[in-house]
């Protein structure tokens, strides 16, 4: 069932992992999991709560710290690298947060500007032309830029945090649970905005969702997360085939047909 | 890879023609330099092109600053076309099409009317404190007073637990600085006093002072600073998480669930926290005095047994209940005055340390005005 063979990783994938264990305390979260991202698609990430999803996110970018195993990100093991290599790759990956993570005392256009500002040397013209054109890629209109975070409804926080994860043009795009918390239409719409982008500047996307509309909307490839490890990836409507009970009961629940139908009519 | 962005213009009959060629990425230091110059190469010119078949990378911050010189280009009368784009390129180019943004509009104003103004609304606002600081204790008493009337709602666990927080660990910080204080007026006293001859009124000085002014107000301001602070951030970040909100929709009362248990032990903490202080400048005292000026502790506790009566002693414990309302009254309100962002939350913690050591020291000199009146 373990898609990957014991090879050594990839460098030519967008993230390649191989048997990274993680733990805390004596609680092993991620046992021996193999991955490879190709890029350019759009990888979906499925699982139960607590099957480490998030927790594979968080250290594939290096914010949770590995027993074992090892991940190329772009080509280059971060932890094994030195800190100013280390930052170059970390500035081709942008970070879409579940709650937006977007900095609270600044306004949203200076919440894009931010990394633009700390990496770049821009004329604050420019910088400030580029941020509004991430905020309009995002799809928010104009008067939003001058917004401060608490001032934005819950889908334009998520839209704003997106225009901040693409300030530096990333290769590779994360997102968790990018459409948790919308409401259908807005997610929908954030589906086609992803699709588009992604098109458009050729991204890579990691994305963690429970959003099965999402899974079939967007994703190329679906990765299902059991017991630490992958335990079945492949394209949606394959993994929806497959004669697991979790992913049975996953895709072939009551919204899982609703979701599939929807895309096969 | 074909790094820096560069370009030949060439010129003909027909128009001008830029060949780009090279990385057009948002990194690359040349970018807007470059982009500059496609305008004033071939700014005249009736009709440009821009050939993007040899371009290297390109992301969005490239498109743009390659399509804003072909808008200006547009815009100075030529007519502009671009050729040669790769499939991508042309759905990026396409994608971060050059638009004028508005520019957010900004009131020209005068620096010293701005300073006026902020002068005024600072001054409103600390009459608007004084107001809601009025209405918060009322509504703080009520809900104690509503306590103590039906003592079956009244927080045990709550209130035990911030006495823990508030009291007991601040012990040794609380005996410290006053033993070090105590010791320090003891020195000075002794130092100052040498030059009358009048080395043994160091004891008389150390002792009203300690008891009257110094333990109180040092342990307050220590509190204020401690434990106020613990309380406007705890209620603050509960502030922005909503878990307030969730407190209120549960049909139960931030005030008595929140702030009533934290006045309470502040209450009890304070006048407990200033007993220990007393004794420790007491203590300080006396170790400077033996060692400094030779008075051995059994005659400085038989000086100072004669110099203060027990309403010097009492005149600073009484105070201490106050200080602790005023301090868990100032780190309440603001903690529940917290907005949505971590900046505002930062501000208020401020806000509550300052306020509260301010009015410490106010209500100290009132009641040292009462004390005096009364002939306390």
Known sequence: ?????????????????????????????????????????????VGPSGSGKSVLTRTILGLVPRRSGEILVLGRDIARISRPEAAAVERRLGVLFQQGALFSGLTVAQNVEAPMREHLRLSPRLR??????????????????????????????????????????PEILFLDEPTAGLDPIGAGEFDDLIATLRESLGLTVFMVTHDLDSLFAICDRVAALGSGRVIAVGPPRELAASGDAWLSAYFRGKRGRAAAQARTG | MSGAPTFTASQDRAGALLALAGDWTIGARELEDRADALVRETLGARAVTFDCSSIGKLDTGGAWTIDRALQALAAAGASVAYAGASREHAELIEAARFRAFAAPPRAPRSVLLDYLADMGAAMRMAGGDVVVGVAFLGRVVA??????????RFRRTSVSHHLEQFGV??????????????????????????????????????GILVLRELGVLLTSIMMAGRSGSAITAEIGSMKMREEIDAIVVMGLDPMETLVAPRAIALALALPLLTFVADMAGLFGGALVAWS??????????????????????????IKAPF????????????????????????????????????????IDGLFAVFFAAIDF
């Open chain 1, 1 to 45: 069932m373990n898609p990957a063979a014991p090879a050594p990783p990839d460098p030519a994938a967008a993230i390649s992992v191989r048997g990274l264990v993680v733990a805390f305390g004596d609680k092993r979260v991620l046992d021996g999991l193999d991955l490879d991202v190709r890029r350019g698609e759009v990888m979906g990430f």
């Open chain 1, 128 to 169: 400030g032309e580029l941020a509004r054109l991430k905020l309009a890629l995002a799809g928010l209109p104009d008067d939003a830029a001058d917004k401060y975070p608490a001032e934005l409804s819950g889908g334009m926080v998520k839209r704003a945090a997106l225009a901040r994860a693409l300030a530096l043009d």
């Open chain 2, 143 to 152: 809900t104690v007073a509503a306590a103590a009337a039906r003592p079956s």
């Open chain 2, 169 to 206: 660990r601040s012990v040794p910080i609380i005996a410290l600085i006053n033993f070090l204080v105590g010791g320090i007026v003891a020195q000075q006293g002794i130092f100052q006093l040498a030059s009358f001859g009048a080395q043994p009124f160091a004891v008389d000085l150390v």
């Open chain 2, 292 to 317: 400094y000026a030779g008075i051995p502790p059994v005659v400085y506790f038989a000086r100072i047994k004669a110099a203060i009566g027990v309403s010097t002693f009492l005149s600073g414990l």
């Open chain 2, 323 to 362: 200080m602790a309302l005023v301090i868990a009254l100032i780190a309440t309100r603001e903690g529940l005055a917290v907005g949505g962002s971590a900046e505002s939350l930062g501000r208020r913690v401020t806000e509550s340390v300052v306020k509260a050591i301010f009015m410490v020291i106010v």
